[in-house]
């Protein structure tokens, strides 16, 4: 294997593609690497295929991303539709064994991304997993396959210990969302909001996401839990149904409307609403309500503009407020 820090990009480049036409491995950032071991069986013609790049990013984080350089922690959102089937290529640009396993679909061993069925990826290798959202279906007993339509979520399971403990502590996780047809569609990016330990995304306020959106909007959280703790995750000033979509399907749906949910390690879930929907812009508060961990700085905003996009004068000043608190100042 060519050590990239030895050779210019473009010698590395140039290098790379006549090996790739010998042996069809290559390992640069110009070209993904062929991924080690038998290609997975679970389908034998991927809808779709990306790369993903695990590096380190400082502070003694380790995060996902879809380009080198360019790693988050959570990482990338992915997303399906029930029915496809996703090819993901995991780039090791770490100093550390790592791997991708994910929740919620369907996989054969060679892509469970454990140790035990040999799916972590070595520094400076790579491998290909490859995921199936099936759809709802009957089996031939007259029971009910569900399909697998859902909020869920992927990490790692290798570093530190089997269970990939030390790689999800450093940040290596993100959310896989799979929608079935029909799902009405956010009009942003997800928000994403992982609970692992005391923070949201690896961070305590005032330094947790602070979304910015529209009055009117129709926004998407994704919630997940990390860890060793229990936490209950609170948005104020909006509800959901506590269902797969957090949608009510009728107006007579009896299903239990919440503002609040329990979230435990490995669990997710996900709802819509719309922005400020009844109540107008605003500086909404989301945090962990278990007292002592919101106390910890499990906290953040939920700001929603005025339907133009602006910030009212009231907005600015609970944003405001809000800094001074976790800086030292007072509200």
Sequence with gaps: MITRSRFPRRAIIVVSALLAAVTGSVTTHAQVPQADGPRPEVCDDPTNSLSLFAENMGGGRIGYGRVPGKASVPGPTLTMNE???LQVTLVNDSDKRLS???????????????????????????????????????????????????????????MGTTHGTGGIRKGLYGALIVRRAGDPLPD??????????????????PHTPLPQVNQGERIEFVV???????HTFHLHAHRWVDNRTGLAATVRDTD??????????????GFQIIAGEHVGPGAWMYHCHVQGHSDLGMEGLFIVRTPGGELTRETKAAIRRYKNQHEGGHP
Excluded: Q
């Design 83 to 85: 029915g496809e089937c």
């Design 100 to 158: 991708m396993h994910a929740h919620g679909v369907a996989y054969t061993p060679s892509s469970d991304g454990t140790p035990t069925n040999a799916g972590c990826v070595a520094p400076g290798r790579a491998k290909t997993y490859v995921f199936e959202a099936p759809a709802p279906s009957t089996r031939p007993d007259g029971t009910v396959d569900p399909g697998s339509a859902g909020y869920w979520h992927y990490h790692d399971h290798c």
């Design 188 to 205: 942003r990016k997800p928000i994403v909001l992982v609970m692992n330990n005391i923070s949201f995304n690896n961070k305590t306020a």
């Design 224 to 230: 997940i839990g990390h860890g060793e703790l229990m």
């Design 256 to 269: 239990r409307i919440i503002d609040n949910r329990t979230v435990g390690p490995a669990d997710s879930f």
